[in-house]
């Protein structure tokens, strides 16, 4: 079964447009996303390093602080920037969700949204909020379609997963370092990410002792956001660790090490299982066919992890192209594809008054369940449907459909040609009859939106 234009934008990608032509199917999505990110272009995010001066200046601030030597000019010149940081947060936002609106290369937005919940990591500071859409940039954008290692290894290196995980305070414990601060110690939280979350998984076949060997191989890895990444040899352990059995470094520690083990946990059985079935869960199903899984996971090791013969594999599986809509969309896939069925335009989005984007968007996405980019923890979002169709968070969604037309004002479709807009074949003839049969247009797009056929992918 071949996947059906109307699926493909639903399921794979940021949903059907009045202004975008639906994808012609796996090959026509597969072709865009190893073609030119025209998107990237057209709605750019800066580099990490445009965040350095405003973060160095902000810390000189605090260094005469503490010293007493501020003044209430450092203060202000201090909140001025914390608040510059923020508008800029907001403003990378907006560049994020224009690109959904505007793509005709949604399986490429799709599949960056998931690796980078994947490999979540969180601004633990006002200062480095912003820094969460530039790392998904940066280090998971670049390689969607390339090979999972070269992405873990861009993961690890980035400062904001460094941040989060409080890798830069970590030190070997017989590191050259240690021996004068022998306060300092070994931080394992990077390493129990990557071995549990990022490669192999939950019930992967580590143990401890593989999670403080990878640590001490991971000590001398810093960064942050005033200079960036590093690799500090005098934190680095002595090796050689081992690594499931395997022996990693040396006595002088190199990062040509902390890539090898990277290198080879990429490409791990259990990696493979562990990625492939995450795959399936987000796109597919919930309860996801056994088939599907297996079929991935063979993909996988068969061309050493590489993400674009994955994702191909996954378009072409008859469990993936089965018409039931069967995922329930997460709040930011649902604001997302209601925006881009009613035809807003990304320019619109990125240019968006602050006030605006918090009643339309940033809002309602917390009160749905989902604030933006703020998971609770570094294994991200769930996926279960019981997760996001509760009552609270349907009321919420209802409640939000409901009320676009403040938006929107006399813009609004009717609701007889938007059912089509939003699902084509995908509607059931009662949901075709509700939406005609509404009062007034702000009523039916509502209808068409809080359905179950749109809540769901």
Known sequence: MTLDPTLAAIRFGTGRSPRIPDPQGADAMLAALAGQDRMAAAYPIP???????????????????????????????????????????????????ARGLDTDDGLRERLTWFWADHFTVLGKSTDTRAGVSIFAEEAIRPHVAGR??????????????????????????????????????????????????????????????????????????????????????????PGPETVLGRNYGRRKPKLEDVEQVLDDLAVHPDTARHIARKLAVHFVSDQPDAELVAALEAAFLETGGDLGAVTGTLLAHPSATRPRLQKAKQPTDFIVSSLRALGMTGQEMAEMDPKAFKRLVLRPLEMMGQPWQNPSGPDGWPEEAEAWITPQGLAVRITW????????????????AFVATALGDMASEQLVFAAGAAETRGDGVGIVLASPEFQRR
Request: hydrophobic share 40%; charged share 25%.
């Open 47 to 97: 580099a990490f390093t445009s965040l350095f001066p405003a973060i160095a200046e902000i810390k000189q601030v605090n260094d005469r602080r503490r010293a007493g030597t501020a003044s209430k000019a450092d203060l202000d010149r201090k909140s001025a920037l914390r608040r510059e940081l923020q508008a800029r947060q907001w403003d990378l936002t907006r560049q994020t969700l």
């Open 148 to 237: 999972f290692s070269d992405m873990l290894r861009a993961v690890v290196k980035h400062p904001m997963m460094l941040l989060y995980l409080d890798q830069s305070a970590s030190v070997g414990p017989n590191s050259a370092f240690a021996r004068t601060r022998p306060a300092r110690g070994l931080n394992e939280n990077l390493a129990r990410e990557v071995l549990e979350l990022h490669t192999l998984g939950v019930g992967g076949s580590y143990g401890q002792d593989d999670v403080r060997e990878l640590a001490e191989l991971f000590a001398g890895l810093t960064g942050n956001a005033i200079n960036g990444f590093s690799f500090n040899e005098n934190r680095g352990e």
């Open 401 to 416: 459909a409901m009320g676009l037309q403040r938006h929107f004002g006399g813009d609004m479709p009717d609701p007889r």
